[in-house]
């Protein structure tokens, strides 16, 4: 049996909302109010906005003895699908979407009559906590199953190697909503399993992230994304004095680590991990070119990819990214084996590819990727998406000649006003596929 909350003390604050702080006590006491009004079942998709909400309901569903259902987006037809694959579920949020689903319920106001005796509830280790869906960036939505003891095991992980820059106490603000699996473990694990407050907001814009920080104590942790991390800078905003920066979701190009902690004098780690395996491993970005291992983590080398063995994992698990080993608590990412590309007996990486598009000055944004159907040559080409207001069609494809061998030259190239990002930034390949046809 595993603790629902690390909490002894009554006073000990789980979430700041609003400027104010939240105790165990209270949160535990909300807990039980949203327990008491679950449905029977095994599932419950978790679709609260509200970081305090979506905390309060993730650990009533857990103490209910089912499960939070994670779906890929809160998109109507994502949620739709992951219901549709598990019969009999229901979906919690607290406003009542216009078109809801069935099974629907809306999270209570939360008002609950404290206990006099503060009891955290144990839950068993290998209670079934979590089904969370990869986000469709290579594909279709893939369910992956989380234990409560394995929560606990990822939760050590990061908190140990947290623990030489940020000590064993933080407050952390989240740019990532908590149902992406890096949200999940970084705003919703780390307050419950460990001695960390969170902010209850999600911010986006630059001034909200400053605005956030600002209602936290110190030592204050931005977890965040490139993408965000790039807008932010832009910006101009300043911030708090920040103890970190953690990154996660997308390789950080080095260039926008340097520029983060130049202008807020703060280090950024970098966490590697996936929604099948959790993060397993940190670096600092300006400083570190490998990867450093969590305790207990090891990776196997494969021809198209890598096994993972972990504490959090009850099996191992193939990951498509490919790895160098320099010794056993260190790797260097190599790319993935779906970014490896041969056109005309030639070799690129779709990495690769992107870094040099976006190292063109005028692109904001922008993405290249292999089309799914051969050419008249029986080649898949290579497509971009382009965010670049300043250039013309024109420009960019002279600039990229510059820059890239004639065969992974992009055709088609279209400018886009935006990428059709996801809230964690990243890009579902069907979303890519329908902005390519949307802008032809």
């Given amino acids: 049996m595993l603790p629902l909350l690390q909490a002894d003390d009554p006073s000990s604050v789980v979430v700041w909302r609003d400027g104010a702080p939240i105790r165990a006590d209270v949160f535990l006491a909300h807990v ?30 857990v103490l209910a003895g089912q499960a939070n259902l994670l779906p890929p987006s809160r998109a109507r037809q994502a949620v739709a699908e992951v219901m549709a694959a598990h019969p009999g579920c229901h ?74 820059t940020l000590g064993d106490t933080f407050q952390v603000v989240a740019t990532v909503p908590p149902q992406h699996m890096y949200g999940l473990e970084m705003s919703v694990l780390l307050p419950l399993l460990g001695d960390v407050g969170v902010h209850a907001g999600r911010p986006f814009f630059a001034a909200d992230i400053a605005r956030a920080l600002s209602e936290v104590p110190a030592p204050r942790v931005l977890v965040t994304t490139p993408v965000h991390l790039r807008a932010l800078l832009a910006e101009g905003v300043s911030l708090p004095p920040l103890a970190a920066m953690v990154s996660a979701t997308a390789p950080m190009p080095p260039e926008l680590a340097q520029a983060a902690e130049a202008r807020f004098d703060a280090p950024l780690l970098e966490v590697f991990g996936s929604t099948e395996t959790c993060v397993f491993a940190s670096r600092r970005t300006t400083t570190d070119a490998l990867w450093t291992l969590y305790p207990g983590v090891q990776l196997h080398p494969q021809p198209d990819g890598t096994r993972i063995e972990a504490p959090q994992l009850a099996a191992p698990v193939i990951l498509a990214d490919l790895v160098e080993l320099p010794d056993p608590r260190h790797f260097r990412l190599c790319g993935r084996n779906t970014d490896l590309l041969e056109i005309a007996g030639k070799r690129a990486s779709l990495a690769d ?31 971009a998406l382009v965010v670049a207001p300043t250039l013309s069609q024109a420009e960019l494809t002279a600039r990229l000649r510059e820059m890239l061998d004639p065969a992974f030259l992009p055709r088609p190239l279209r400018r886009v006003a935006a990428l059709p990002r996801n809230e964690t930034g990243k890009l579902p390949r069907q979303a890519l596929l329908a902005a390519l046809r949307d802008a032809s």
């Fill in 32 to 61: 039980h109010q949203v327990r008491s009004i679950l449905p029977p079942g095994a599932c419950v998709v978790n679709l609260c906005e509200d970081r305090y909400s979506f905390l309060v309901a993730f650990c009533a569903i």
């Fill in 91 to 164: 979906a919690l949020a607290e406003t009542r979407p216009c078109e809801p689903p069935e099974n629907f319920i809306s999270m209570p106001a939360l008002h609950a009559v404290l206990d006099e005796n503060f009891v955290v509830p144990a839950i068993p280790a290998d209670q079934l906590a979590v089904i969370g869906y990869t986000s469709g960036s290579t594909g279709q939505p893939q369910a992956n199953r989380k234990t409560w003891g394995s929560l606990h095991a990822s939760n050590e992980g990061n908190m140990a190697s947290f623990a030489p």
């Fill in 353 to 383: 590819l992107n870094r040099r598009l976006l190292s063109i000055p005028g692109v904001e944004d922008g993405v290249m990727f292999q089309l799914d159907q051969s050419d008249a040559m029986q080649v898949r080409r290579i497509a």
